[in-house]
């Protein structure tokens, strides 16, 4: 059973499940499926450029709407900005601050400094980029008005459990339970800039790490030798996923305040999906559900994204055998077909995503309710014409004769490849 973790967000509260929203759509989808906070980036100083992001006017489109849902909205600034940066910084963090976000997350001192300035009514979390690992520098950053610390990866929960006895219980500690685990300490990488010219600390990251690597003796050259055995290479540095939905009980009891999903990089269905497992998992250790078993299609879900193998990271130790070299690509079993908008004499109505056909099997994930198996009946399209196949990306469509699921359930279909 989970312990109410006091500090978090007031008497008898939850740990708090932080989602990713990497654009509008993923921040209805984590609204929807049962977050508790979202966070996100600007259109600059996130760590995150491949994302879409938001701009002033989407930023405060989607504060309003997170707030009007009772979902707080944290702002990622957590980039190593430049000088020249640093100039035009002040104007992006007071527009920031009148959308009405609930924090920067940052890491950079400078950064610090202009916010307690600029925004002085807004909250600071201090980002996995200050690599946090001891009670004393997690003390030394609340001293300078960070009211959460983001742990590094690379600590125990023997390790953060200390860190939450040594610490003041109105801060916060918050730690990654899901996603993409960076292979270089606390995320910050050089590999990247060097190869490249894309600076992860700038949110420009290449992904060097997921490459494919050989070796080349230098009397030798374009004379390539495998890493090893394997014909098809290695990739040496591809650290696993992380997938902690099993363990929320030991999260909670070391005094994690926040679980934090990783994945701004990634689709709207990712966060569905990784939000309606965690909500699960979460109100069911907590005791909202009697069964003590946890269902198995909570853990199930997860298969359903695109992920790398799972581990547990360094939670229960240093990991051995948590890298995965014979690929640096994703196990990927089902994708999104349609999503459903309402219901209408004795149709589903949907709109299009993936190609599916009549009769084809589809696992529908709707908003706080176990996952089912049902079978398309007839298609139409808006004017009334029976369709053979849905295969045009958006377009809307008539399930004759399926059941109502409330509007935004993904309606999944296998992936055969």
Known sequence: MIESDKSQNGENALPELLCPAGDMESLRAAVLFGADAVYLAGKTYGMRQGAANFSGEELSEAVSFAHAAGIKVYLTCNTLPHSNEIDRLPEFVKTAANTGVDAFILSDLGVLEVVKKHAPKV???????????????????????????????????????????????????????????????????????????????????????????????????????????????????NANDLNMIR????????????????????????????????????????????????????????DKISHRPYSTGFYFGRPHGQQTPETGGYIRKYQVAAVAEGYEEGALLVTQRNRFFPGSELDVLAPGMEPEIITAGKLFDETGAELETANRPMQKIRIQGAKPFPPGSLLRIKVYN
Request: charged share 20%.
């Open 247 to 302: 363990h929320i009980p030991e999260l909670a009891a070391a005094g994690i305040g926040s679980f934090k999903i990783e994945g701004r990089a990634k689709s709207a269905y990712y966060t569905a999906v990784t939000a309606a497992s965690y909500r699960r998992a979460i109100d069911h250790f907590s005791g909202v559900y009697e069964n003590r078993t946890l269902p198995k299609w909570v853990c199930q879900e997860l």
């Open 123 to 237: 909250d600071i979390h201090a980002s996995v980029q200050s690599g946090i690992v001891n009670y004393a520098a997690a003390r030394m950053l609340h001293s300078m008005g960070a009211s959460r610390v983001i742990l590094a990866r690379e600590l125990t929960l023997e390790e953060i459990a200390y860190i939450r006895v040594k610490t003041p219980p109105e801060l916060t500690l918050e730690t990654f339970v899901h996603g993409a685990v960076c292979v270089s300490h606390s995320a910050r990488c050089l590999l990247s800039d060097y190869l490249t010219g894309r600076d992860a600390n700038r949110g420009e990251c290449a992904q060097p790490c997921r490459w494919k690597y050989r070796l080349v003796e230098e009397t030798r050259p374009g004379l390539y030798f495998p890493v090893n055995e394997d014909a098809d290479g290695c990739y040496i540095m």
